[in-house]
């Protein structure tokens, strides 16, 4: 099945990728190599949640915001490279959670990024990743996920 099957399976499509918010690009092309810019819980309307985990936002939302920013990598992927069938390998995934001092889940938060990678590309979504707990995170979103993906 075609990756782009899987995501109508899902019931998702991709988002138009999001433009840079500072000096950068959304990705890069090294060789074989596709790093993707940090990507935040963006959905139509804009930014889907703001706050920080365990304070105004609970672990559910966080884990559907990480879901959310991996569907954005998604479409930075299909931008990239424009057939998603050029994905060999999801490398690797960094997670980051705007959370208090205190919350020490972030890896179920960050697994919301991961499930997706792998119900969207199979084994091929299998990766290496960080899961980090951080007090701030650009326009106070839960979540931000990059991503290191190998094409051919």
Excluded: W
């Excluded at 990728?17 to 963006?42: C, E, F, R, T």
């Excluded at 990743?129 to 326009?139: E, I």
């Amino acid at each position: 099945m075609s990756v782009e099957q899987r995501l109508r399976d899902l019931g998702l499509s991709l988002p138009t990728p999001a433009a840079p918010a500072a000096n950068y690009v959304p990705y890069v092309i090294s060789g074989n190599l596709l790093v993707i810019a940090g990507q935040l819980p963006l959905g139509p309307e804009g930014i889907a949640v703001h706050g920080k985990v365990g304070e105004t936002v609970t672990t559910e939302q966080a884990t559907e915001a990480a879901r959310l920013c991996a569907l954005n990598l998604i479409a930075q992927m299909k931008a990239a490279v424009g057939d998603l069938e050029r994905v060999v390998r999801v490398v690797r995934l960094g997670g980051f959670v705007n959370c208090v001092d205190t919350y020490a889940d972030q890896p179920k938060v960050v697994n919301g990024a991961s499930d997706l990678m792998v119900e969207v590309f199979g084994d091929k979504g299998k990766h290496a990743r960080t899961a980090v707990g951080t007090n701030s995170l650009p326009f106070n979103v839960p979540v931000e996920v990059d991503a290191m993906v190998e094409i051919a």
